[in-house]
């Protein structure tokens, strides 16, 4: 899973990034009203959270949002520090820079808060932030495009025969490989076999082969991308869940 992981990060995370079908402009705004929201959210959290002073939790239980000012530098500030989250992914320099800029002035952004509550409240804003970024930046089932190399295509192909040839040996070696369904998968297994091992086709395959292995058709390697690329798409969403629900401990 981690060398998973190392890989999506190294190869696909600069194809999201340049992506042409993500609109900067409205996709890296930062609005009052996300920020209402966001604020909502921490609210929720700390009120409930007895591990803050009962004082504290009753201040932020009654607290309403006062809007920033279009104009106003504070809420600049949080649209250029968001908007270079979204662009550059880069955590600890987005707390850098908030933890820098928005906590300690958090009575000019949160007015109305004593210093202690409005301070809280920024650093627990700057964590929902980073869930919010991750969750406009995840699109779920979205069609990765993979672009292999030859070594990795190689070993792809290598991977797919070792465990085709694998499956079909277990079929033809059960107790009921007589059966409808074991002959069906005989067959099927059989079917995705490349007959002729041609050298440009199959290089890894077929300078390791000693009578043994097996070659694939291109139906089957379309299949094994296909699985290849769902299994990536389940492994980022399974980081953003994992990565939210510790953000989301205060």
Request: aromatic share 10%; with cysteine.
């Amino acid at each position: 899973m981690g060398g998973l992981k190392r890989h999506i990060t190294c190869k696909h995370t600069g194809e999201k990034e340049n992506d042409p079908g993500t609109d900067d402009g409205e996709e890296d705004k930062f609005t009052n009203e996300m920020l209402a929201k966001i604020v909502d959210e921490v609210k929720r959290r700390l009120v409930d959270n007895k591990v803050f002073s009962k004082d504290i939790r009753e201040e932020l239980r009654s607290y309403e949002l006062t809007y920033l000012p279009e104009e106003s530098m504070e809420l600049a500030e949080l649209q250029k520090i968001y908007k270079q989250l979204m662009k550059k992914k880069d955590q600890e320099k987005f707390y850098a820079t908030f933890y820098s800029t928005v906590p300690l002035n958090s009575t000019k952004y949160f007015t109305g808060l004593s210093r202690n509550a409005a301070t809280l409240l920024s650093t627990k804003v700057a964590d929902i932030m980073i869930v919010y970024s991750k969750e406009k930046s995840f699109i779920p089932g979205k069609d990765f495009e993979i672009k292999l190399s030859d070594k990795e295509m190689a070993g792809l192909q290598y991977v797919g025969a070792y465990v085709l040839h694998k499956l079909y040996k277990k079929h033809t070696n059960s107790k009921v490989c007589e059966s409808t369904a074991s002959q069906q998968s005989i067959a099927i297994l059989k079917a995705s076999k490349e007959e002729h091992l041609l050298t440009e086709n199959h290089k890894l395959t077929s300078s390791l082969n000693h009578g043994g292995l097996w070659g694939i058709t291109k139906p089957a390697q379309t299949i094994f991308i296909m699985c290849y690329r769902v299994l990536l798409c389940v492994t980022e969403y399974y980081s953003f869940v994992h990565q939210s629900s510790i953000l989301f401990i205060c």
